[in-house]
């Protein structure tokens, strides 16, 4: 059975860092597309990175400022999150899906089957 909970989110000032953690359940990493996902009030989901295979995708809004990274001892997906800004105010999930068939990943919501309960973030200026 496939779990993931999300840890890592809260208050933090704009040019601040935070680093989100999902620890995965029952998800083999070597075939895992993990990503993580924001959504804002009043606006669709937005997807922030993805990794898989050690490849990484990134949404052009938090290149160069987030990491996505993943630590297969402790089947743990983070996020590190640094000079953040007041747009980066969501609540943030992590996501799996099985990629051993496809061999693809994607930043798309609908492409994930598996899905965290989500963790707020709110950057203040």
């Known amino acids: 059975q496939v779990q993931l909970v999300e840890s890592g989110g809260g208050p933090a000032q704009a040019g601040g860092s935070l680093r989100l953690s999902c620890v995965a359940s029952?998800?083999?990493?070597?075939?895992?597309?993990m990503g993580w996902f924001r959504q804002a009030p009043g606006k669709e989901r937005e997807g922030v990175a993805s990794?898989?295979?050690?490849?990484?995708i990134y949404a052009d809004s938090v290149k160069g400022r987030f990491t996505i990274s993943q630590d297969n001892a402790r089947n743990t997906l983070n996020l590190q999150m640094n000079n953040l800004e007041p747009d980066d105010t969501a609540t943030y999930y992590c996501?799996?899906?099985?990629?051993?068939?496809?061999?693809?990943?994607?930043?798309?919501?609908?492409?994930?089957?598996?899905w965290g309960q989500g963790t707020q973030v709110t950057v203040s200026s």
């Open positions: 990794l898989y295979r050690g490849s990484t």
């Open positions: 029952g998800v083999a990493f070597k075939n895992a597309c």
């Open positions: 996501a799996y899906k099985n990629s051993a068939a496809s061999g693809s990943c994607s930043r798309r919501a609908v492409d994930f089957y598996y």
